[in-house]
């Protein structure tokens, strides 16, 4: 018998007090069931960005700075003409429901815009104060009403499509002035404490804030969903009307929690159903079943609980932590019942706690390292800078400690308690199939090797076609409301993704053309004054005589020229300024990329096709001065930010795209703006979403792929001192870089983009194959010696350790492939990949580790003393 001053402490506290062992896990299991009621998932867009991006930052001061709301978008394809009353008036009624709701700010559709065009007014008219036509105006051609809302550069593509059978509403959330405040409070002190500056009493007042955040945030989005899910019950009412999609990243957020709080709780039931299916087939004994399955039910449980009761949320990435914790629980516990069988067979005379006690005493090196080796994986995502990863790789960090103590106490203690059963011997027509995989290594090793030469040529050419890139869209199903909303709003209505182009004036102290003199210009008239000329230029395209031009404009003219209320036009409302707009929007409106592009240049359009002429200095000073508050918050306001001299092109990206590549397009327009606008790099800054998202997967393959190396060097640091043979470390991590390999090249080939929700999946292998061959090299080492004979003991430990391994993995892989019903397809991913990642663990240490042993003989020739042949 093995004995460690450890080992009897631990046999002394645990082992030898089972039933009070039990009712501690089972007091804690209590405890942990009682909060799992504050359990809280996290599907807010700040907990999707790169932590410490400094456009982060910049994307939050645009959104301020411009107003810019959350908003739901609902498509209206009715089944009568658009613009007939079986189509509007169900319309303007279900804009009327969408108004009353708790949350929503402003609804738009067609009934809320002016016309501008239908028939066309004056620039005068405009400005005059008066309301502009609508088509709530009796007497309005609606025939001409649709051809506006279809060719007009501000509403063709964004009210309505170009087709005119769709039309679009839009319900503006009330920004969330409390989470803004919280928000900018809890980052302005973590700045302070990263630079080592922060006070006591402003860390009390750190850790009361990011309390408040979290509490508000949870309050918010739950408040979210609600309203989500009130304006599709609106929408439900009035289906008979028209063929409704609602969209909008209130509604995708919504949805993806549901899916993730849906496949948590129904895959996480179905996983452990057919666990309890197969270990029943696999053990054949109820005890050996129901024990490892309570052993992995109790880890979840406890993690869970442990989860709701620090108030540590879960997202749709680090979710799959329940799922992978299940596979490492189960693992351990497989492993602890086969070596119990293995004495029980070999030894039926001994007592159970003998048994019990060798079992831990065997076992608790292996286990202990892998769960080292897995933790030292899963830390690799903790330097991605993406707090949803961040927060897997803890979350894995901690349920790995939490796994081994468990295992080594309920399997244990349950065995012990257990009523005595009989030894389970393995008849010839019982073998497992771990003993057909050692006759392959030893009659086929020329073969498993060549096998594995062109498994790492193909996993190279995989890795190298592997995209740092995806399409939102494809994280759902073609059946979901997600994607086929976003897929008409693409093809139909200009695009789902936003990306803010910022243009910031070349100087704001320079002389604009034919503005230089505004100020004085009605005290001293110049007879060339070239704004005078245009002006009565103007007034003549108006029917107007330059004596009556005073009477027209004179409150608009005074209003910016004289000295009691000074006015001087932005560069952007300046005709050098508008030039450059133009170039800008017209080269991003170009782009195949691209869809619903806006920005001041659509107001000049429009006012250009007002006028039926090209514009001047006037017109575009009348353009930033005086229209009417709900034109300007229409036409202006949203594109121009007077405080900053910056002008803002507002453009929705095509999302559905298979031609996007975000990384290259970016890049590519923004060099491609430097040369068509002339503007310094710092006066053209892209912000949006679309960034966002970007810097995340870039940072992806920076701070991930390249740790993935620092992993494997720490591991081989790890094997050598549980091995003690450089050689030994060296063959036992083969298998793991080779199936870790294959499954980054498998996604490469197979055009699966490495993501937010994939990036996890390298750890997944990582930890798994170290797992297989820290048990199959530490058995070998502990088998060789008894005959110093390679190929008898490699038989042995197929038949003996392997056929853990082998459990193991088929019972993971039969659980898994549930996932594969999935609606949220990053879940059908995470299945399959897992399933794969699994095999080739198993494979990697039933074939080539053995073969790579018996090759390299890294502990020395057979036949000798042990001692003398130690590597």
């Not at 003409?81 to 559709?109: K, Q």
């Not at 608790?364 to 707090?387: D, E, H, W």
Request: net charge negative; charged share 20%.
């Amino acid at each position: 018998m093995v004995s460690h001053p450890l080992l009897t402490a631990y046999d002394a506290l645990v082992l030898r007090r089972p039933l009070v062992s039990l009712a501690l896990v089972a007091l804690l299991l209590i405890a942990s069931v009682s909060q799992l009621g504050k359990l809280k998932l996290d599907a807010s867009a700040d907990s999707l960005m790169l932590q410490g991006d400094p456009a982060l930052d910049f994307f939050r001061e645009v959104s301020e700075e411009y107003g810019a709301e959350d908003f739901l978008l609902l498509t209206w394809q009715p089944q009568a003409p658009l613009f007939s009353d079986e189509s509007l008036l169900p319309l303007r009624r279900m804009a009327d429901e969408l108004r009353e709701l708790p949350g929503v700010s402003s609804v738009v559709t067609v009934w809320d815009v002016p016309l501008l065009e239908s028939p066309p007014v004056s620039l005068s008219e405009i400005t005059s104060g008066e309301p502009l036509p609508s088509l709530d105006d009796p007497g309005i051609d609606r025939e001409l009403a649709l051809q506006e809302f279809t060719t007009s550069p501000i509403y063709a593509e964004l009210l309505v499509s170009r087709d005119g059978d769709l039309t679009a509403v839009q319900v503006n959330l009330q920004r969330d002035k409390r989470y803004f405040e919280l928000l900018q409070e809890r980052d302005r002190l973590r700045a302070k404490d990263d630079e080592g500056t922060l006070a006591s009493a402003e860390a009390e007042r750190l850790e009361e804030v990011t309390l408040a955040f979290k509490a508000h945030t949870a309050q918010a989005l739950e408040a979210q969903s609600a309203l989500v899910q009130s304006v599709r019950e609106i929408a439900e009412d009035y289906r008979s009307h028209a063929r409704i999609f609602v969209g909008g990243v209130p509604m995708i957020t919504a949805d993806m929690v549901s899916f993730v709080r849906s496949d948590l709780m129904l895959f996480g039931s179905a996983i452990l159903g057919v666990m309890l299916v197969v270990l029943g087939i696999i053990f054949r004994r109820v005890r050996w079943t129901v024990i490892p399955l309570a052993t992995c039910i109790a880890t979840s449980t406890v993690m869970l609980g442990l989860l709701a009761f620090l108030d540590w949320r879960m997202t749709v990435i680090s979710s799959n932590f329940v799922a992978v914790l299940l596979i490492i629980s189960l693992a351990i516990a497989i492993h602890l019942v086969v070596r119990y069988r293995e004495l029980h067979a070999l030894h039926p005379d001994w007592s159970v706690h003998d048994r019990v006690l060798q079992t831990v005493a065997l076992m608790a090196v292996p286990c202990i390292y892998t769960g080292i080796t897995t933790i030292v994986a899963f830390m690799s995502l903790v330097v991605s800078g993406i707090q949803p990863v961040i927060d897997f790789g803890w979350m894995m960090t901690v349920g790995i400690v939490v796994a081994l103590v468990l295992a080594f106490v309920l399997v244990p203690c349950l065995t012990e308690v257990w009523p005595k059963g009989r030894p389970f011997v393995h008849k010839k027509e019982h073998q497992p199939l771990t003993v057909h995989f050692a006759r392959a290594t030893e009659h086929f090793g020329t073969t498993i090797l060549v096998v594995t030469a062109i498994i790492l040529g193909l996993t190279a050419l995989g890795i190298s076609r592997l995209q740092v890139e995806n399409r939102f869209i494809d994280y759902f199903k073609d059946s979901t409301e997600i994607y086929q909303g976003m897929e008409l709003l693409d093809s139909r209505l200009g695009g789902t993704i936003p990306l803010d182009i910022i243009l910031s004036a070349p100087d704001g102290d320079m002389p604009l053309p034919g503005l230089e003199n505004l100020d004085t210009a009605a005290e001293a008239p110049a007879a060339d004054d070239p704004f005078l000329a245009e002006a009565e230029d103007f007034g003549a395209d108006e029917g107007l005589a330059a004596d009556d031009w005073d009477d027209e404009f004179g409150e608009d003219f005074d209003s910016f020229s004289t000295g009691e209320d000074s006015f001087t036009p932005s560069f952007w409302f300046s005709l050098e300024g508008m030039r450059i707009l133009d170039r800008a929007h017209r080269h991003v409106d170009q782009q195949e990329e691209t869809g619903k592009v806006l920005s001041l240049s659509t107001t000049f359009a429009v006012v250009k096709d007002l006028l039926g002429d090209d514009i001047g200095s006037v017109e575009l000073a009348l353009v930033q001065k005086s229209l009417p508050q709900d034109v300007a918050e229409l036409m202006v306001e949203p594109y121009f930010s007077e405080g900053k001299e910056q002008a803002r092109i507002s453009v929705r990206v095509m999302e559905t795209s298979e031609q996007l590549r975000r990384n290259a397009f970016l890049q590519r327009l923004h060099s491609e703006l430097l040369d068509v606008t002339g503007l310094e790099p710092e006066q053209l800054q892209f912000t949006g979403m679309l960034v966002l998202y970007n810097n995340v997967l870039q940072s992806l393959f920076q701070s991930q792929i390249l740790t993935l190396g620092v992993v494997f060097v720490a591991i081989l640091a790890m094997f050598m001192l549980l091995f003690r043979s450089l050689s030994l470390a060296f063959i036992a991590l083969a298998p793991n870089i080779v199936a870790a390999g294959l499954v980054l090249g498998v996604m490469g080939l197979a055009g699966i983009p490495l993501d937010i929700m994939t990036i996890t999946i390298a750890a997944i292998v990582v930890g798994i194959g170290v797992d297989d061959c820290i048990h199959y090299v530490h058995r070998f080492m502990r088998e060789f010696p008894e005959d110093r004979d390679y190929l008898a003991t490699m038989h042995r430990c197929h038949y003996s350790i392997g056929r853990a391994m082998y459990y193991t993995t088929v019972t993971v892989v039969i659980g898994f492939s549930t996932l594969t019903v999935s609606n949220f397809n990053p879940s059908i991913y995470f299945g399959l990949l897992t399933v794969l990642a699994m095999v080739a663990a198993v494979i990697g240490a039933l074939l080539l580790l053995p073969k790579l042993i018996l090759v390299l003989r890294p502990l020395g020739p057979e036949g000798e003393p042990a001692a003398e042949g130690q590597g």
